[in-house]
């Protein structure tokens, strides 16, 4: 199940106030206010324009050409404009570039209990940090069971059924020089339309469980460079006992290709029949270099019923 992440306006500046150089002019009292995932999918950040529409529960960046608009009215059109912007409850303002903030705009954050900071930043800088910031927090997650490894520079989870040698397939790929992520659940972000961020839980960082040798502590026994805190998920490989493909697939030793959709993002996927005498750790990274390939434009398959019908259309 994939949950629905919330933020604070509060804990957004306790994040970035320093990086930002944030200062929290007025508002304070609406500092709970949230932001969700639920709303990511819009614009998070708006840039205003002459105040002409307002996004309810974004973050509202007002730069120079707002401050000019705003300082280029009479006192009444002022306030006016204003009490537009405050119509609808937003979740905070932002003022860039070290902008004068005017008396009335903070007499309406304070009264109506909307954040109001400043930052010496420019606007493009601050969206697209803020945006960022917003994307990773805010991002739809999900826990899945297996194991996550950095094969050749591609993230990998191997999943299969209870006792089938995940962990065991896992610590061999280690000792190849391979990278952990996590063992066991691995927590899934869906980070961008067409990208998942795979995360280990701080709980088990660093940690593989292996049947007859218990709980592993990689870092400590193969060093720094054989974990990694995270990595976006490229492949899947699914370990299945031979009877679930078929022995037609087992015996031509073929990888069934297929996709797993993951918070509504179509993962390529490959499942390797388990078997005695079978290399595994070697099958995974071929099937890591065959998918590399195949984001190329290169496919095995293709190239193979291609040179056969050439064959074919020659005897003719």
């Not at 008396?103 to 930052?119: I, Y």
């Not at 069971?145 to 089938?164: N, P, S, Y």
């Amino acid at each position: 199940m994939s949950e629905i992440s919330h933020v604070s306006v509060e804990t957004l500046f306790r994040d970035m106030a320093e990086q930002l150089g944030l200062q929290w002019l007025a508002g304070r009292n609406g500092g709970q206010r949230s932001l969700s995932s639920e709303t990511i999918q819009k614009p998070t950040l708006a840039l205003i324009g002459h105040l002409n529409f307002v996004h309810p529960n974004r973050v509202q960046v007002l730069g120079p050409a707002e401050m000019d608009y705003l300082r280029s009215l009479s006192e009444s059109a002022l306030q006016d404009a204003i009490d537009h912007l405050f119509s609808t409850e937003l979740a905070a303002i932002v003022v860039s570039n070290g902008e004068a903030v005017p008396a009335a705009l903070l007499d309406s954050a304070e009264r109506t209990g909307t954040p109001l900071f400043t930052s010496m930043l420019a606007s493009p800088v601050l969206m697209s940090f803020l945006g960022h910031y917003l994307t990773q927090t805010l991002a739809e997650t999900t826990s899945i069971h297996g194991v996550f490894l950095e094969v050749l520079g591609t993230g990998v989870l191997i999943k299969g059924d209870a006792g089938v040698g995940k962990s065991e397939l896992a610590l061999e790929l280690i000792t190849r020089g391979h990278r952990l992520v996590a063992d066991d659940v691995v927590d899934l972000k869906h980070v961008a339309p067409k990208t998942l961020e795979g995360i280990c839980p701080p709980l088990i960082r660093d940690f593989l469980e292996v049947r007859g040798l218990g709980i592993l502590n990689i870092r400590v026994l193969f060093g720094e460079m054989a974990v990694k805190p995270q990595k976006n998920l490229k492949l899947i490989v699914e370990l299945v006992h031979p009877q679930e493909i078929g022995e037609v697939s087992l015996n031509r030793l073929d990888m069934v290709a297929s996709t797993e959709t993951i918070l509504g993002v179509a993962i390529p996927k490959v499942r390797i029949p388990v078997a005695a005498g079978r290399n595994l750790a070697v099958l995974v990274e071929v099937a890591v270099r065959n998918h590399r390939l195949k984001r190329r434009g290169i496919n095995p398959v293709e190239q193979l019923i291609k040179r056969q019908q050439a064959a074919i259309d020659g005897n003719g």
